[in-house]
């Protein structure tokens, strides 16, 4: 089974600061990727996701990620946040031979202060 | 194009009570997901339909919670009884085809607190 750990439950950010946010998974078996973020009473939204091919990932509003298969890791970064960024964000894991089934970690808040 | 609706968005019962809800994918989406989030915890996969077929439900935490897509379209989930333990939120995601390429739409959940 897979597990996906999000060691910071809230990240507190200055507005225009870089901020991380991180995501280490276990798994046995090859894996997708995916970030997810959630605005307040909205649903779940695909931020960007890792398939194949370059590690380097970009997504919307200016997050990229980055895959580092030998340390199970897939770390969300953006150089400059806002306001608007505050949010939680969820990191997902999916089987190869299992793709519809995601497996999701604990979420990170963020809180972009002015 | 209208997202993934959820009805009701909140939801309290007292223990032993059933509750029904339900999810509505986005229109043309064959693929519809259950998800739970208790305590604030890590989002769950419960199942996984196929158009009326289910897929995978795996996820499923017992015999006391029903799911149901008759028709292909909308879906509900039945609670029954409830117990405390299955507080959480409930989230509904749709996807037009199988795949990882295929992106999963998230309805904004139910929240249900069983008390």
């Known amino acids: 089974a897979q597990s996906v750990t999000q060691l910071d439950s809230q990240v507190p950010v200055f507005e225009e600061a870089p901020v991380e946010l991180r995501c280490n998974y276990s798994?046995?078996?090859?894996?997708?990727l995916f970030w997810y973020v959630q605005y307040p009473n909205q649903g779940l939204q695909l931020l960007l996701k890792?398939?194949?091919?370059?590690?380097l990932v970009k997504g919307i509003n200016g997050f990229e990620a980055e895959f580092n298969k030998s340390q199970t890791s897939f770390h969300l970064r953006k150089p400059s946040v806002h306001i608007s960024d505050t949010a939680e964000y969820f990191c997902?894991?999916?089987?190869?031979?299992?793709?519809?089934?995601?497996?999701f970690g604990s979420g990170t808040k963020l809180n972009v202060k002015p | 194009e209208a997202g993934v609706t959820q009805f009701p968005s909140h939801s309290v019962i007292e223990k032993g009570q059933t509750v029904t809800l339900r999810c509505d994918p986005i229109s043309g989406h064959d693929n519809l997901y259950w998800y739970r989030r208790v305590m604030g915890k890590e989002i769950k996969f419960l199942l996984h339909?196929?158009?009326?077929?289910?897929?995978?439900e795996s996820g499923m935490p017992n015999n006391r919670f029903l799911a149901e897509r008759t028709g292909g379209t909308y879906s509900t989930l039945k609670v029954q009884p409830a117990e405390l333990e299955d507080s959480g939120v409930y989230f509904c995601?749709?996807?037009?085809?199988?795949?990882?390429?295929?992106?999963?739409?998230f309805g904004p959940g139910t929240r249900l607190l069983v008390l």
């Open positions: 995601a749709s996807s037009r085809l199988r795949g990882p390429q295929e992106t999963q739409y």
């Open positions: 997902a894991v999916s089987e190869y031979d299992n793709f519809n089934k995601f497996y």
């Open positions: 890792y398939l194949s091919g370059s590690t």
């Open positions: 339909f196929v158009k009326e077929s289910k897929q995978d």
């Open positions: 798994s046995s078996v090859s894996v997708y």
